[in-house]
């Protein structure tokens, strides 16, 4: 059974997240749902320059993420949103 994780944002993301253009958002939103169901799926990578194997990127409909995937409690948390 796959575990899906919530996907949650820190101050800064959501202030790079409320910048976005509604489809931009609607497109990167579906992108971390898609996320959500495997942060260590394809297309991601550690964090470079990271000590923590938790802390990870991926590219999301064009934008840059840097998140932090708490899996006690299957939490995903983007710390930063880059580009678009």
């Given at each position: 059974?796959?575990?899906r994780f919530t996907v949650?944002?820190?101050d800064q993301a959501q202030d790079s997240l409320n910048r976005m253009s509604s489809a931009a958002r609607?497109?990167?939103e579906?992108?971390?749902a898609k996320l959500a169901s495997a942060p260590d799926g394809h297309r991601t990578t550690p964090a470079k320059s990271s000590r923590e194997k938790d802390r990870r990127s991926a590219t999301v409909a064009g934008f840059f993420v840097v998140y932090y995937v708490s899996r006690g409690v299957l939490v995903?948390?983007?710390?930063?949103i880059?580009?678009?």
């Open positions: 059974m796959s575990r949650q944002y820190t609607a497109r990167f579906t992108g971390m995903i948390t983007a710390l930063q880059i580009g678009g």
